[in-house]
């Protein structure tokens, strides 16, 4: 028993958890599933736990998938993710119309037929052959860069994921990445947590900067595993221009606003998609919140002057990259 707000009598009241299993009717097969809800003792209304992730019907029909070895949702993403294409253009490859991809993506349950494309995609020998057959209308340096690496995969008969890492600069996790692999769709969500409501792309750079090294001076280790280079306008994050270009122009995901300030030009960066938080851990996500909590009346010159006092700033010259070593002198102190 515990007490808690209940969301329909709005008193604090006992809560009764309850956990129970049900059968789902799946494509006319009963599935078992767990289901935890809550019970108010003060009104008898019983409500789903607000933290739980998943409805019933979902974790169904992850189950069902399971059982038939079919593709997640969160794998037909990741795939996706993986050559670099957007949800419009994998469609147009695949012969899909509308939203049928996006609706997989977001926890559909997909037919038999579509499965086994999804699968046969997985195989870079596949995704070749279907480029050069179907990519015509891919921008230009999209098709070719993907020509390139998947001719590349299939010959050397190496996985697309290490060619994808590679195109990102390839780390090892050592001192210089906060003893992380670099997770590349980590990072792409720390930006689109930032770019929330709109950030100046110099602001949005010490951001990430920040959020690494504070993850890494309480945990002792970083949450994405970038490295981060000394710049003249402070620490950003290694390879940045190419990280923000593949989320401007291939994901559309974050959208550029030019704002003038008399002489100066600035790039303000908006999140179009909502970042999936479900990928940090809970130390994770309480170091992001207190980063944008602690700079949140900042501008970007006054984040660039603070960054500018780091100590891991301070003793390294532009190009450098700065190690995680210099965590421990943050100015943001622990919490
Ligand atoms: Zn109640």
Known sequence: MMKGV??????ISELEHIITTEELNVKGELIKVKV?????LECGEEFEDPGSKDDPLSKAYREYRRKYGMMQPEEIRDMRKLYG???KELSKLIGWGGATLSRYENGALQDDAHDRVLQLIKDPESMYRLIVKNGNFLPEGKKNRLIEELSAAVEEKCSFPNIFQERFGKYEPSIETGYNKLNIDKL???IKFFAKD?????KLCKLIFYA?????KDYAVSITGSKYAHADHGPVPDNYEHYFATLIHDEKSLRVEEVNFGEYLGEKYYAVIEPELKVF???ELEVLLQVKKFFKEYNATQIREFSHNERGYNETK???IISYEYANDLQIGYK
């Open 6 to 11: 209940c969301p329909n009598c709005e008193k």
């Open 36 to 40: 935890e809800y809550y019970k108010c």
């Open 85 to 87: 294409l957007t949800q």
């Open 188 to 190: 792409f969500d720390i």
């Open 198 to 202: 709109g950030v100046f792309k110099s």
């Open 212 to 216: 690494d090294f504070k993850h890494f």
């Open 281 to 283: 851990s809970d130390s």
């Open 318 to 320: 532009v190009g450098d």
